[in-house]
């Protein structure tokens, strides 16, 4: 079955960190570029970050830049997303999905929360 699995997600206070991990299975996960998208309550989906197959390049939204680094562990088939002084705007679903020309695999999610 192919799947991808987030975790990591919870309740943070301003200013605080959390890392969020996307576990592959049942796909080549080296082969696929990697993804974190996020949705927020009454909002569209954004494209926060990515990282290639092999994971020599990066990019990132302007709004998380200096704040979240994306990296993965193709032996370990894992997708990570550092994310440091977190803001309540960041509250939102994330979501890991895998890339591979047209094929899309999406994970189910992880809820991060930013409050006081």
């Known amino acids: 079955e192919v799947q991808l699995v987030e975790s990591g997600g919870g309740l943070v206070q301003p200013g605080g960190s959390l890392r969020l991990s996307c576990a592959g299975s049942g796909f080549t996960f080296s082969s696929y570029a990697m993804s974190w998208v996020r949705q927020a309550p009454g909002k569209g989906r954004e494209w926060v970050s990515g990282?290639?197959?092999?994971?020599?390049?990066?990019w990132y939204i302007d709004s998380v830049k200096d704040r979240f680094t994306i990296s993965r562990d193709n032996a370990k088939n894992t997708l990570y997303l550092q994310m440091n002084s977190l803001k309540p705007e960041d509250t939102a679903v994330y979501y890991c999905?895998?890339?591979?020309?047209?094929?899309?695999?999406w994970g189910q999610g992880t809820q991060v929360t930013v409050a006081s």
């Open positions: 999905i895998g890339l591979y020309g047209s094929a899309q695999v």
């Open positions: 990282i290639t197959a092999g994971g020599w390049t990066t």
